[in-house]
């Protein structure tokens, strides 16, 4: 008995330990730092034009009108759509490819594995910047600008996505992709119903980070279409900006309404990442 | 049910050889054990008659029909594998389904192979979960449900019960030879554990560095190992090595010769040959704890006791010998005291001998 209460005891002051307080008070302050924007983006996006510059958070006289004015204007309806288009194909396709190069990559021997490997990631060490004019060169080549595919083309295999799975797919045992050898499995079937099952955690993660990098992606976006029926939703919602002065309360309702998918996004996929850590924890 | 027949075969890697052309028949139903250290080539051996591994050179037949080239899935063989290699998304139902996969069987069917594959098992009530929440043995158990629901025509065992701890370790070794007698059907087990070997095997092929050492059933192996090697590494505690030479027509224990009484059989002595290093080789279980003063056998050891381990039904005692250490079996009832000169006795049939240079078994 008296064990247990000891227990208890430490378990309490476990939670005050130093070394806690710290790390709770550094969290917080960087979740104010992360959440202040936010909080702003949706109190302007209550205000009326003639409030933007009035810093109160809490609006004076909240209203929806800038909410009515933007979901009412077809064009937003219109970016919005395209960039849901977009970020859901380029995500599929990415977790499509990269887990099939990756699988490639981390579970079968070939002459020059290495090296394949090393050239993809070799391409992460390029800056967007500098790839943007070889894309655009190739995309007027082409005839794929103002073309939805010009926009995707890009994102459509990443060298970080492979990266991201192969490390997943080292970590699942051969015991499980020779078993279904032996099963009588093809090999596309043992990657399909074997090996992507068990990293599930890792597509989730990619899922989220290509979905949302997409999403708020602008500058290729914005180079590669003149259209703006083709605008994506930063590039129109910088679009907003340009042709009628700055309506920070308006931007900031198109960038409100933008982080809903997002957020959507996140809370679908999260928790599958939980549910693969907790399935790894219990694996042991 | 089939046949497997390996001839000279060969594993290479690159310029590495890990099996150096074995050959080795495996009947019909028959249950055989490939033993040995890590390393010395059996999983590899197992891995080449699954299809796993490609076969560098020799003949593999299984049925009759040699298989060097064929993928795994056309072989009909099934495996159990060191991890079970049960998946943690899918159901145990869904798990022991996964052995059917090229099957052309229907749905209903399928699912009611399943479900006598699991009472064969008593994993009936567990069909709908996953592995996460099955113990290790019932793991262990999908596992070969896994393998069996297929009926292939054999079965290999790649360690399957290593992870297991010690207690359900002799549970399933149980488990695995009744199902043995049940399906009748051709197994191939690979492990490093001797006692495993001895208790599941109709043969046992002991292995070293890739090649075969012997091949002979657990008594056999136990009575008469053909070397060294084969003798230390079968039975426990591993059995008693002792140097000496044959002079003078009768076996010369050297540093030991006072606390080693040996018979004078010049016979014996002639024909392993005058002047030849040997190993003399006697089992712990061999030795019989002589009352002070006499002794009714041909062979004694005396010597003074280091360490006395009682194992419940017997004690095993270390003696030192004026050059080296010999373990032996005693009665539990018998108290030992570290330093007391004690000695056993043990029959001319128990020594074995074995050639210094070569290691090999004479005589």
Same mark, same amino acid.
């Given at each position: 008995?008296?064990?247990?209460?000891?227990?208890?005891?430490?378990?309490?002051?476990?939670?005050?330990?130093?070394?806690?307080?710290?790390?709770?008070?550094?969290?917080?302050?960087?979740?104010?730092?992360?959440?202040?924007?936010?909080?702003?983006?949706?109190?302007?996006?209550?205000?009326?034009?003639?409030?933007?510059?009035?810093?109160?958070?809490?609006?004076?006289?909240?209203?929806?009108?800038?909410?009515?004015?933007?979901?009412?204007?077809?064009?937003?309806?219109?970016?919005?759509?395209?960039?849901?288009?977009?970020?859901?194909?380029?995500?599929?396709?990415?977790?499509?490819?990269?887990?099939?190069?990756?699988?490639? /990559? !981390?579970? #079968? &021997? =070939?002459? *020059?594995?290495?090296?394949? +490997?090393?050239?993809? @990631?070799?391409?992460?060490?390029? %800056?967007?910047?500098?790839?943007?004019?070889?894309?655009?060169?190739?995309?007027?080549?082409?005839?794929?600008?103002?073309?939805?595919?010009?926009?995707?083309?890009?994102?459509?295999?990443?060298?970080?996505?492979?990266?991201?799975?192969?490390?997943?797919?080292?970590?699942?045992?051969?015991?499980?992709?020779?078993?279904?050898?032996?099963?009588?499995?093809?090999?596309?079937?043992?990657?399909?119903?074997?090996?992507?099952?068990?990293?599930?955690?890792?597509?989730?993660? /990619? !899922?989220? #980070? &290509? =979905?949302? *990098?997409?999403?708020?992606? +602008?500058?290729?976006? @914005?180079?590669?279409?003149?259209? %703006?029926?083709?605008?994506?939703?930063?590039?129109?919602?910088?679009?907003?900006?340009?042709?009628?002065?700055?309506?920070?309360?308006?931007?900031?309702?198109?960038?409100?309404?933008?982080?809903?998918?997002?957020?959507?996004?996140?809370?679908?996929?999260?928790?599958?990442?939980?549910?693969?850590?907790?399935?790894?924890?219990?694996?042991? | 049910?089939?046949?497997?027949?390996?001839?000279?075969?060969?594993?290479?890697?690159?310029?590495?050889?890990?099996?150096?052309?074995?050959?080795?028949?495996?009947?019909?139903?028959?249950?055989?054990?490939?033993?040995?250290?890590?390393?010395?080539?059996?999983?590899?051996?197992?891995?080449?008659?699954?299809?796993?591994?490609?076969?560098?050179?020799?003949?593999?037949?299984?049925?009759?029909?040699?298989?060097?080239?064929?993928?795994?899935?056309?072989?009909?063989?099934?495996?159990?594998?060191?991890?079970?290699?049960?998946?943690?998304?899918?159901?145990?139902?869904?798990?022991?389904?996964?052995?059917?996969?090229?099957?052309?069987?229907?749905?209903?069917?399928?699912?009611?192979?399943?479900?006598?594959?699991?009472?064969?098992?008593?994993?009936?009530?567990?069909?709908?979960?996953?592995?996460?929440?099955?113990?290790?043995?019932?793991?262990?158990?999908?596992?070969i449900g896994r393998a069996m629901v297929r009926d292939p025509v054999a079965f290999?065992?790649?360690?399957?019960?290593?992870?297991?701890?010690?207690?359900?370790?002799?549970?399933?070794?149980?488990?695995?030879?009744?199902?043995?007698?049940?399906?009748?059907?051709?197994?191939?087990?690979?492990?490093?554990?001797?006692?495993?070997?001895?208790?599941?095997?109709?043969?046992?092929?002991?292995?070293?560095?890739?090649?075969?050492?012997?091949?002979?059933?657990?008594?056999?192996?136990?009575?008469?190992?053909?070397?060294?090697?084969?003798?230390?590494?079968?039975?426990?505690?591993?059995?008693?090595?002792?140097?000496?030479?044959?002079?003078?027509?009768?076996?010369?224990?050297?540093?030991?010769?006072?606390?080693?009484?040996?018979?004078?059989?010049?016979?014996?002595?002639?024909?392993?040959?005058?002047?030849?290093?040997?190993?003399?080789?006697?089992?712990?279980?061999?030795?019989?704890?002589?009352?002070?003063?006499?002794?009714?056998?041909?062979?004694?050891?005396?010597?003074?006791?280091?360490?006395?381990?009682?194992?419940?039904?017997?004690?095993?005692?270390?003696?030192?010998?004026?050059?080296?250490?010999?373990?032996?079996?005693?009665?539990?009832?018998?108290?030992?005291?570290?330093?007391?000169?004690?000695?056993?006795?043990?029959?001319?049939?128990?020594?074995?001998?074995?050639?210094?240079?070569?290691?090999?078994?004479?005589?």
């Amino acid at each position: 008995m008296s064990t247990h209460s000891e227990r208890g005891a430490f378990a309490v002051y476990g939670n005050l330990r130093p070394g806690r307080i710290v790390a709770w008070t550094i969290l917080f302050l960087g979740g104010i730092v992360m959440v202040t924007p936010l909080l702003f983006m949706f109190s302007t996006s209550l205000k009326s034009a003639g409030h933007v510059y009035d810093l109160r958070l809490i609006p004076e006289q909240p209203t929806l009108a800038n909410y009515v004015k933007v979901l009412s204007d077809g064009r937003f309806a219109r970016w919005f759509l395209n960039s849901t288009l977009i970020a859901t194909l380029v995500t599929l396709s990415c977790l499509f490819f990269d887990s099939l190069v990756a699988y490639t /990559l !981390a579970k #079968f &021997t =070939f002459p *020059g594995r290495r090296l394949v +490997f090393l050239a993809i @990631l070799s391409t992460l060490m390029i %800056p967007t910047e500098m790839l943007v004019i070889p894309w655009y060169l190739m995309a007027s080549k082409l005839g794929w600008i103002d073309t939805y595919w010009g926009i995707m083309f890009p994102g459509l295999v990443t060298a970080f996505g492979v990266f991201l799975m192969r490390q997943f797919f080292e970590t699942v045992p051969n015991d499980f992709l020779e078993a279904a050898r032996i099963d009588g499995l093809n090999e596309f079937a043992i990657w399909w119903k074997v090996a992507l099952p068990l990293v599930t955690p890792a597509l989730s993660a /990619l !899922a989220i #980070f &290509t =979905f949302l *990098g997409n999403w708020t992606a +602008f500058f290729w976006p @914005l180079i590669v279409t003149t259209d %703006p029926f083709l605008y994506t939703l930063p590039v129109g919602l910088s679009s907003f900006a340009v042709e009628q002065s700055i309506q920070w309360e308006l931007i900031m309702t198109g960038a409100a309404l933008a982080t809903l998918p997002t957020l959507a996004i996140f809370l679908f996929f999260q928790r599958y990442i939980v549910r693969g850590v907790m399935l790894a924890g219990v694996k042991g | 049910m089939a046949r497997i027949e390996l001839e000279r075969i060969v594993k290479r890697y690159g310029s590495l050889t890990t099996v150096h052309g074995i050959d080795l028949t495996i009947d019909d139903g028959e249950f055989v054990v490939l033993v040995g250290p890590s390393g010395c080539g059996k999983s590899t051996t197992l891995r080449m008659i699954a299809g796993l591994e490609p076969i560098s050179g020799g003949t593999l037949r299984i049925g009759g029909e040699v298989v060097n080239d064929r993928e795994p899935k056309y072989r009909n063989i099934a495996m159990v594998f060191q991890n079970y290699a049960i998946y943690p998304h899918l159901t145990v139902a869904q798990n022991i389904g996964f052995g059917l996969y090229t099957s052309r069987l229907s749905k209903a069917a399928k699912q009611e192979r399943i479900r006598e594959t699991a009472r064969a098992l008593s994993l009936e009530p567990y069909l709908e979960r996953r592995p996460a929440a099955l113990s290790g043995g019932q793991r262990q158990r999908v596992a070969i449900g896994r393998a069996m629901v297929r009926d292939p025509v054999a079965f290999l065992f790649d360690e399957p019960l290593s992870n297991l701890d010690a207690q359900l370790r002799g549970q399933m070794r149980l488990e695995i030879k009744q199902l043995h007698q049940r399906l009748g059907s051709t197994i191939v087990f690979v492990t490093h554990d001797q006692v495993e070997a001895m208790s599941l095997a109709d043969r046992i092929v002991v292995m070293r560095d890739g090649r075969i050492l012997q091949v002979g059933s657990p008594m056999e192996l136990y009575n008469r190992p053909g070397d060294v090697f084969t003798a230390r590494f079968i039975g426990t505690p591993e059995m008693n090595m002792i140097d000496a030479v044959i002079s003078g027509g009768r076996i010369d224990a050297g540093a030991n010769a006072a606390s080693l009484r040996l018979p004078d059989d010049a016979e014996l002595a002639h024909r392993v040959g005058q002047g030849r290093e040997i190993i003399l080789g006697i089992r712990p279980q061999a030795l019989n704890l002589l009352a002070a003063g006499r002794s009714d056998y041909p062979i004694t050891i005396e010597g003074r006791v280091r360490v006395a381990e009682p194992h419940g039904p017997e004690t095993f005692v270390l003696l030192d010998l004026p050059q080296g250490s010999v373990v032996a079996r005693a009665p539990s009832t018998v108290p030992f005291r570290a330093g007391e000169a004690v000695a056993f006795g043990a029959d001319i049939a128990s020594l074995l001998m074995f050639d210094k240079q070569t290691e090999a078994l004479l005589g």
